[in-house]
Structures are given as structure tokens and as C-alpha cells.
């Protein structure tokens, strides 16, 4: 089963960037997409940012314009480029496979990691 390692989290002021890092156990360089999810307290996890196998990329209209994912497929590793945050941003953050095209499709194709946590001040 592929291991997900999510890094990168911290705690920063509103406005400022941080990097965030998903390293995988194996290639998952065949999944028809990876992506990131975002998790508040006493919520689910909603899909944030996709990259398809393809180079085919999406954003959730709260991190449009702000964020940017890439993929390294030689390091098995995903990243988050997150500028501008805002508390708003605040959460746990995950990467894993999207399973279906929908965007708010559940369904996830790996076992969920620990995550990282970002916590952005005012």
C-alpha cells in the first residue's frame, strides 16, 4: 500500500507563503490525478488543487490565484506553493489521489497520511 507523507506546515502571518511537500512511499506517477485537500476541525476533507497524470491542473475557487501545485514524478513527490494565505487557510492539509473526475468526489485512491498543519495568523 502507498505510504503519503505530508511536510511543510507551520505556523505563519496572514499574507506570507509557505511550501508545503507530499512524499510518496512508490510512484504514483500512473494516477490519473494527485491533489491536495484542505480539513477544518469537524470537517471533511474537500479536494483543494489537482494535477492530472496529463499536466491538467485545478484549483477550489478559495485558493485560485494563490496556491500552485506541482508534481515531481522522479522524487515521487507533490507540492503545494501557497502565497498570500489567510487565516482562513487554516487547517490540515493531505494530498492523495482523487479517484473520480468530480471535483467534490470523496473517494480517494490511497490510505490518508498523517497531514500537515498550517496555521495562518491575522
Known amino acids: 500500500q502507498v505510504q503519503l507523507v505530508e511536510s511543510g506546515g507551520g505556523l505563519v502571518q496572514a499574507g506570507g507563503s509557505l511550501t508545503l511537500s507530499c512524499v510518496a512511499s512508490e510512484s504514483i506517477s500512473d494516477a490519473e490525478y494527485v491533489g491536495w485537500y484542505r480539513q477544518y476541525p469537524g470537517n471533511l476533507r474537500t479536494l483543494i488543487a489537482r494535477?492530472?497524470?496529463?499536466?491538467?491542473?485545478m484549483y477550489g475557487d478559495s485558493v485560485k490565484d494563490r496556491f500552485t501545485i506541482s508534481r515531481d514524478n522522479a522524487k515521487n513527490t507533490l507540492y503545494l506553493q501557497m502565497n498570500k494565505l489567510k487565516p482562513e487557510d487554516t487547517g490540515a492539509y493531505y494530498c492523495?489521489?482523487?479517484?473520480?473526475?468530480?471535483?467534490?468526489?470523496?473517494?480517494?485512491?490511497?490510505?490518508w497520511g498523517r497531514g500537515t498543519q498550517v496555521t495562518v495568523s491575522a
Open positions: 492523495n489521489s482523487p479517484v473520480s473526475s468530480r471535483w467534490t468526489a470523496l473517494g480517494a485512491r490511497y490510505a
Open positions: 494535477i492530472s497524470r496529463t499536466g491538467d491542473i
